[in-house]
C-alpha cells in the first residue's frame, strides 16, 4: 500500500522534532555545571544537607555525619564545589566526636575538591575561584599542622604562643551595649555566663570583674558592625594589647573581642543563634586570656570551629599550665 503523503511530512516532521529535542537536552546536559546538576536537580541531596545542618546545630552530630554522608553519596563525582563543602561540614561534626584521623581524611576531601575547582577555573576564563583558593590554602596549611599535633595529650600548650595577664586574679571585663555596636543587657547577659566558665572550674586562676566603661578594662568586648572586622571564614576575633615587663617578658595589657550577631537584642535570635553567640563567647574569651593558637581535638572549646558549650579537661589544663 501507498503510504500518503500527508503521512509521510508529518513522520519527517516529528522525525525532525525528535531530533532537535535530543540534541538540545544534550546540549543542556553538557553545559551544566556540576553545582547545578547538585542543587538544581539533586534534591534529595540539599535535603539531607540540610538534615545534618539541622542536626549539628543541634549538637547530634552522629545523625549529622549520617546525613552528610547520605548527601555525599548522592552527588556527582564532579560536583567539586558540592563536595569540597560537603567533606567541610562533616569534617567539623567527625571532630566533634573525637574521630581525629576520620576527621583528617574529610579535611582531606575537602581540600582536594577546593583545589579541583581552582584547577578547574583555567579552562574557564573568567570564574572568580577567590573563595575556593583562600580555603584550599587555609585547608592544606591546617592539614599539615595535624599531622604533628596529638589530639589525646592533657593539654596543648604546644599548640600556639600563649600570653598572660599580669594580674589573672582581676581581670575587668567590659561588655559594650550600645545599639550600634554592642548587646542588649540579655545578650550581654550570656557573653558573660560563657566568659564565667574559664573562673569557674576547680583550680582556675582566673577572676573576673565587669566593669561599667571601656577605660580601665582588661578585656573588651563588642558586635561585630562592619566588614573586614573579623577574619575570612570566622565568627569571631579576638586582638591583644602587650607590653614589655621588668624581666623582658611579653605581659597582656588589654584584649578587644569582636562577636557576630544577628541582632543587637535577642527578640528575633532563636536557640541556635543564642547557642552560636554564646559559643563564640567561651572560645574568643579563650584566646583573650592568652591562648594565641587553637587546639587540634573538635572536643575541646578552642577548637578552630568549637561547636562545644562547655570547656573540656584539656581546656582547663592548658588554662591552669598558663599561669602556674
Known sequence: MIKPKVAIQDSLRISRLSLALATLVAALITVQPAHALFFGYNQQAEAYKQQGEAAQEAQNYDMAINYFTSAINCCPYDAAQNLADLYYVRAIATDATGQYDRATRDWQASHDNFQKCVDQAQYNPGTNVAYDKEYADDLQRMINWRSTEN???????????????ATPGSVRVYVDTTEQSGFSYDLRYLIFQAMYQWCSFSGSPIRMEQWSTPEGAHIIVQRANAPGQIGFGAGGQTNNQDSVNAAGQDIMTK???RLTSPSYNSNNMS????????NLALHETGHALGIGGHSPSGLDAMYFKAPVLKLSDRDKATMRMMYQ
Open 151 to 165: 589530639p589525646n595529650t592533657p593539654n596543648y600548650m604546644e599548640c600556639g604562643p600563649m600570653k598572660r595577664f
Open 255 to 257: 584584649s578587644f573581642v
Open 271 to 278: 536557640q541556635v543563634d543564642k547557642n552560636k553567640l554564646y
